[in-house]
């Protein structure tokens, strides 16, 4: 066992990984993250809400033995920094973490504060809480920092609805699709150059020698880098994913109509992913139509390409057409939340980072520091990303039970105040509004 300066490995089953498959042993030890603010409260609901069903699914012949690691607040307290080199170390040697939400800086300032994400120009204590053990000089996001340094290149969003949440769009109740973002490509390994800065001037002149097209020159200049190795890697994930679940179709989403050689080569790269390595088990557009008459054959992936900002119209009026969706950083970016906020927005929406060996399941909201502590919030993104985790150890059954308990409770509205508000709202008089620990009893209680 490795030897860590902070991070305790409990008893159990360290989980590894052969010819890429996991191998995972009936007390897999599971890193744990607890997160900024709302961390607080959400992660121990859905440590105790996922050990109920684990524990109901297998009759008590399984438990995940839950091992603390130290980032943000509790990193800055363990190590005096938030985002340690031990805590990556220990999420390596792991395979498998989950974790709450943390602060991300947004403005200028060089110290952000923990507890309450003020952000300040000086360490020490904090001009709004009070506080003098949570200020940390400015860092730009432990979210990317994990991405980048274990290389968690798949983004992986499952978007659906649950009956009973009140939802925007009247074709909400047919939204059960997943979304695979390239997290590591794109405007994430993108450079961006100021206005008259010299690399702007010289791209410029550069452009205007090689091609003869003119680019303003008070223009800030962009470079977003998109290759074949970064494409493949993400489409061959989601092409798995759709066979090893069964799904109907993989829709390769881009801007190729403009950006053809980043966005276009994005959709050429994966139809090449897909004939190569999965011809046995697709069936693209263009075959589907000029021989197949439009039936797909039982068993068969249809490999399809959709532009962009044609496929926001889609998922609004037929989602039920889309099953597994793969695209690049931008374009996922923007998606996911459009995606999500068709079944009610982010309180429900789970998450992932699943490289080749390691993957980080994820609470996709922020910390919401005002209601630090006082078991108010919905916890229901981390305990559905929770249900992804006990999918990806290949523990459905637990997975199953999570789904139903927490579909269940919506559906007899026992929610959060959020859910609660837009309930009463839409006339419901039968909802009883939850405390954050009270929500995952009640879903526990339904499995």
């Known amino acids: 066992m490795v030897d860590f300066k902070e991070v305790k490995i ?14 995972v042993g009936d007390h897999p030890i599971i890193g744990f993250l607890r997160g900024d603010g709302i961390g607080l409260d959400i992660t121990p609901v859905m440590q105790a809400t996922v050990d109920k069903a684990v524990a109901k699914a297998f009759g008590g012949r399984r438990s995940i033995a839950w091992c603390p690691l130290y980032f943000g607040l509790e990193g800055l307290h363990h190590y005096g920094t938030v985002f340690p080199d031990e805590g990556i170390a220990a999420i390596k040697h792991l395979k498998v973490a989950i974790k709450g939400p943390f602060t991300t800086p947004i403005g200028e300032e060089t110290h952000v504060c923990l507890y309450c994400a003020h952000q300040q120009y000086h360490s020490g204590r904090c001009d709004n809480c009070g506080r003098d053990d949570g200020v940390s000089p400015r860092y730009r996001s432990i979210n990317v920092g994990l991405r980048q340094s274990m290389d968690l290149y798949a983004c992986v969003r499952p978007v659906r609805y649950f009956e009973g949440v009140p939802a925007p769009n009247k074709y909400a109740d047919k939204v059960n699709f997943i979304i695979f973002r390239e997290n590591t490509e794109d405007v994430y390994a993108g450079h ?13 002149d550069l452009i205007r020698e090689k091609t003869g097209r003119e680019i303003r020159s008070d223009s800030g200049i962009g470079v977003k880098p998109i290759s074949v190795f970064g494409t493949k890697r993400l489409v061959r994930k989601a092409l798995q994913w759709a066979v090893d679940q069964g799904l109907s179709s993989v829709t390769l989403v881009h801007k190729g109509n ?5 966005e276009g080569s994005f959709a050429k790269w994966g139809y090449e992913v897909a004939r190569e390595e999965f011809g046995a088990r697709i069936v693209t557009e263009k075959q589907l139509w000029e021989e197949l008459d439009g039936q797909l054959p039982a068993g068969k992936i249809l490999v399809r390409d959709r532009i962009a900002d044609s496929i926001f119209q889609q998922i609004q009026t037929r989602p039920d057409e889309y099953s597994v969706l793969a695209l690049p950083n931008l374009n996922g970016d923007y998606l996911s939340d459009a995606a999500i906020a068709l079944v009610g927005g982010l309180g429900l929406g789970p998450g992932a980072n699943i490289g080749d060996e390691i993957a980080v399941f994820e609470a996709t909201h922020g910390t919401a520091p005002k209601y630090t502590g006082q078991d108010k919030v919905n916890p229901g993104s981390i305990i559905l990303s929770a249900a992804m985790m006990l999918e990806h150890l290949g523990w459905n059954e637990a997975a199953e039970l999570i789904i139903q308990g927490m579909s269940a409770a919506i559906r007899d509205g026992k929610v959060t105040y959020d859910l609660a508000r837009l309930m009463h709202r839409e006339g419901r008089t039968d909802v009883e509004e939850l405390s954050c620990s009270g929500f995952g009893e009640a879903v526990a209680a339904r499995m």
């Open 10 to 23: 409990p008893e159990g089953d360290l989980i590894t990984v052969t010819n890429g498959k996991l191998q």
């Open 192 to 204: 961006d150059f100021q206005k008259g800065s010299e690399v702007a001037l010289a791209i410029i």
């Open 258 to 262: 403009i950006m053809k050689f980043t």
